[in-house]
């Protein structure tokens, strides 16, 4: 009885912390669909007829939306594929070969991550200024590269690890070169890890504020700086906010949702040995 108990109240307490962190998502999605006259921050009541205008004003008709999800999808796709290369080298590098400062390279890597992103947006913004990439989707591109770079490295150099270096040795003496090896022998090993890097590399890139809001400009404002106009001095429109911040949250849960068996087999790669 007191194991069954204690069962019993672990698993109110868990319900207790999920309906903690999913109540707030939740009732935003919720908003998003209220009627305009009830679409307020103060709404709590469940019971209402689903209204989609907000939905057709941002996305439809004007649609301001519509272009800022295009270029959130550029932005995050475009710098997602300019970072995945150069985390595939530099994670391959620092666990195939040994030289000085490799150590202080990887953990050069982890401060770019906890450094605040607001000590980057200022020397950016001043060299992609000078060279005309402010206002554009190229500058935000490169400037993503800040923390996309570190962010790859750091998930994806543990699945190199987990490879045997006499694997790919024994491609080595067959005849393979390095690069060969790795395109042949080793990036279908660390598959799952691929998925798990550029997963999370396009959600970060896809959810940046700070970096996107004085870099872009007109058809380039992306879904999260968007969401943002809808403050005025004359009110807050939390309708429209709550109807673009839906579909800012979609996409990332739809790309968790369909790579999720990739996710988990990435997540839990050399968990098991023996």
Not at 60 to 73: C, D, E, F, I, N
Not at 84 to 110: D, E, H, K, Q
Not at 112 to 122: E, I, Q, R, T
Request: glycine share 10%; net charge positive; aromatic share 12%.
């Amino acid at each position: 009885m007191t194991a069954r108990l204690t069962r019993v109240l672990w698993h109110l307490l868990l319900l207790v912390v999920v309906l903690a962190f999913v109540a707030p998502i939740v009732w935003f999605l919720l908003l998003a669909i209220r009627p305009p006259q009830s679409g307020t921050a103060s709404s709590h009541s469940l019971l209402f007829v689903p209204d989609l205008s907000a939905l057709k004003y941002v996305f439809v008709s004007p649609g301001s939306g519509r272009s800022a999800l295009w270029a959130s999808l550029i932005q995050a796709g475009g710098a997602t594929l300019i970072a995945m290369p150069l985390v595939i080298g530099a994670s391959y590098g620092l666990t195939r070969f040994t030289f000085r400062g490799r150590s202080v390279l990887s953990t050069w890597y982890l401060g770019l991550m906890l450094a605040p992103p607001v000590v980057f947006v200022l020397p950016l913004f001043v060299v992609l200024s000078k060279v005309g990439l402010i206002g554009g989707n190229i500058g935000v591109i490169l400037a993503f590269q800040t923390f996309a770079v570190p962010l790859g490295v750091l998930l994806l150099r543990g699945f190199f690890a987990e490879i045997p270096v006499e694997i790919e040795e024994a491609a080595l003496v067959d005849g393979c070169g390095r690069l060969r090896s790795l395109v042949t022998v080793v990036l279908p090993m660390v598959a799952p890890g691929l998925v798990v890097s550029g997963v999370f590399v396009f959600v970060f890139c896809w959810n940046n504020l700070i970096f996107a809001m004085p870099m872009t400009g007109g058809d380039s404002v992306p879904l999260t700086v968007r969401a943002l106009s809808f403050f005025a001095t004359s009110g807050i429109s939390w309708n429209y906010i709550a109807a673009t911040s839906a579909v800012s949250m979609a996409v990332p849960m739809l790309l968790f949702w369909l790579f999720r068996r990739h996710i988990v087999s990435g997540l839990t790669f050399g968990a098991v040995k023996g």
